[in-house]
């Protein structure tokens, strides 16, 4: 099958097309997916530039996983004998490393129906950055009706799921981002906007309940004035040195505001929730660009410029 493969640690240049061998299914809760489409995500390019904490993961040296890639939509073409959720030609996206390739074979468990009302590039947009988002707000914040939430980082991956889930759970929502991007994100539902370029929300004088950072440029002690005295400041961004897990702890030893540090952890019950929102339309992926596979290159450039609007989709088979 054609992958998009790295073999050693990079710029975006490391990544080339090439023949290799096509995954069987192992166990008996797997299924084989012929990948239709597929998104680049940060940890795409974390994990081929060689940050520490991938390398200790995936060979200190050279990668011992060279197929990137972590969300999947596609089709089933064959199923383990203990698969009892989905049938061969269900249409079905969610997560699994080494997606940027013509086949991948996840356990069901951590795959839902394709939504009907979206194609295979939108719902390849929605597992990673759509879960973190869901699990950061609901789980880690416990966000609930009428409170008031600032996403940092609102025309992202996880920024723009982030806004429209605060939306769907009843909260004010404050949006930050550039002046380019005010208006769609204003469109997807923030009540408010803010350009960072302009303006300054710790200098506004409001408070928050929640202040989720999408995009790790806020640190907890910068956030504290604009945290409610219950306020709970999330971090995504786990290898920036200044987020680091012990700076949190110390931090919310000082207060009742709590800073956490949030890791996405995929499921399927997760992703049923989120095909539901979809099909309710309460949620929406947006995708600024779509590349073919053999455009890969290009794809994780754009994505590291770390000015991706929405999300950007790979398609692996176009017909
Ligand atoms: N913890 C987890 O499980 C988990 C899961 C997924 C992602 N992450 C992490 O979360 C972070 C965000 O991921 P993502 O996929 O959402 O990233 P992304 O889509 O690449 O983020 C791009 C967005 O960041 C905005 N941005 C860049 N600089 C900014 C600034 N100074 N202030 C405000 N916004 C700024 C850009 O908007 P402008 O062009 O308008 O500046 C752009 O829309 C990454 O660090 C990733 O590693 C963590």
């Not at 982030?162 to 759970?169: G, H, I, N, R, W």
């Not at 987020?243 to 499921?267: D, E, F, G, T």
Request: hydrophobic share 40%; with cysteine; glycine share 6%.
């Amino acid at each position: 099958m054609r992958a998009a493969i790295y073999c050693s640690y990079g710029p975006p240049e490391v990544m080339e097309l090439k023949d290799v061998e096509q995954p069987s299914i192992m166990d008996d809760d797997r299924v084989l997916i012929r990948v239709h489409s597929a998104s680049v995500n940060a940890l795409d390019y974390l994990y081929r530039k060689g940050y520490l904490p991938t390398r200790l993961e995936n060979g200190l040296i050279k990668p011992k996983k060279s197929i990137l890639g972590i969300d999947v939509a596609g089709t089933i073409e064959a199923i383990g004998n203990n698969v009892h959720k989905f049938k061969v030609g269900d249409h079905v996206f969610g997560s699994c490393f080494g997606s940027h390739a013509e086949y991948v074979t996840p356990r069901e468990n951590t795959l839902s129906h394709i939504p009907k009302n979206v194609s295979f590039e939108e719902a390849a947009a929605i597992p990673c950055a759509a879960q973190t988002a869901l699990q950061a707000l609901r789980d880690v914040a416990q966000i609930k009706q009428g409170q008031r939430v600032l996403i940092y980082g609102a025309s992202g991956g996880v920024g723009h799921f982030a806004v429209q889930l605060a939306k769907y759970f009843g909260t004010e929502v404050t949006a930050v981002c550039s002046t380019s991007n005010l208006q769609w994100v204003k469109d997807i539902g923030a009540d408010y906007v803010l350009d960072y370029t302009k303006e300054d929300f710790e200098n506004n004088g409001k408070k928050y309940d929640i202040i989720l950072d999408a995009v790790g440029k806020r640190t907890f002690f910068r956030c504290l004035p604009s945290l409610t005295e219950a306020g709970v400041y999330i971090t995504e961004h786990l290898f920036y040195p200044k987020y680091h897990p012990i700076q949190l702890m110390v931090s919310s030893l000082i207060s009742r505001k709590k800073a956490k540090i949030h890791l996405a952890k995929p499921n399927d019950k997760d992703l049923d929730f989120l095909s539901s929102l979809v099909e309710e339309e309460k949620i929406r992926p947006v995708i600024e660009k779509c590349f073919p596979l053999n455009q890969i290159v290009e794809a994780h450039r754009h994505v590291e410029s770390g000015r991706t609007k929405g999300k950007i989709v790979i398609n692996i088979i176009t017909e």
